[in-house]
């Protein structure tokens, strides 16, 4: 079982459609995020969850709707998203609390295109 | 403006050359993570330095902190095919606020 699964791994939709990614880990941690990954841009954090509770939010467009149901789960629900949105979408943990190294755990990624 | 410049963007070097990686950048760092993402994955951790000066190996990788803990390096030595991949460091500011650089792109030939 590896630390952090992403499912599905490629995704292909049109604008119209309305999917999920999925992500899951194994690793015991109390913080999930997910980033967005484009060719010739930085990681860009989108959505960070503590504790099941959501801390940070990056001005990400309401197209991309998040949801925690527990430490080990979560999902990134997608609506109506634009061809400008095809990326790599990572998942990402951590443990939290004490001194704060910044490491995280990443999944596989789930690769989207927007047609 | 990106807090963490990484350089070079791309690199392109033959098996067996060393290379160095830089991270810079004028803001303080609580700690700095390096990581290697291959094509198709995710980023896997390599190292965290928390220490201005420290310097970690990992086998043929050396990653130092700058004494000021605002820049890193990673040099390679004897690259081999399997070290290429997209280089990426990060770093914790402010806290718990935690950024990254644009990455390097390494290919190692044959």
């Known amino acids: 079982e590896t630390g952090v699964t992403q499912t599905p791994r490629h995704l292909v939709m049109g604008m119209t459609n309305k999917k999920s990614l999925k992500c899951e880990q194994h690793?015991?941690?109390?913080?999930m995020y997910w980033y967005k990954q484009s060719a010739k841009k930085p990681l860009e954090l989108m959505f960070v969850?503590?504790?099941?509770?959501?801390?940070e939010n990056n001005s990400v467009p309401s197209r991309f709707s998040p949801e925690c149901p527990n430490s080990s789960h979560l999902f990134l629900h997608l609506h109506t998203l634009q061809p400008e949105d095809s990326a790599l979408y990572l998942c990402?943990?951590?443990?939290?609390?004490?001194?704060?190294?910044?490491?995280?755990?990443f999944g596989e990624g789930s690769r989207l295109t927007v047609l | 403006t990106q807090l963490l410049e990484q350089s070079p963007q791309f690199l392109s070097i033959q098996e067996g050359e060393n290379l160095t990686v830089y991270c810079n950048s004028s803001?303080?760092?609580?700690?700095l993570q390096w990581y290697r993402q291959e094509p198709g994955e995710g980023p896997v951790l390599l190292v965290t330095?928390?220490?201005?000066?420290e310097v970690k190996k990992l086998k043929r990788l050396t990653f130092q902190f700058g004494d000021a803990r605002k820049d890193s390096s990673l040099h390679i030595t004897a690259a081999q095919p399997g070290d290429t991949g997209l280089y990426l460091c990060?770093?914790?500011?402010?806290?718990?606020?935690?950024?990254f650089g644009g990455g390097t792109r390494l290919m190692v030939k044959p």
């Open positions: 990402a943990s951590s443990q939290v609390g004490g001194y704060y190294t910044g490491e995280l755990f």
């Open positions: 690793l015991g941690h109390n913080a």
């Open positions: 969850y503590n504790f099941k509770e959501q801390t």
């Open positions: 803001s303080v760092f609580s700690s």
């Open positions: 330095v928390v220490t201005g000066g």
């Open positions: 990060a770093g914790v500011y402010a806290g718990n606020m935690l950024t």
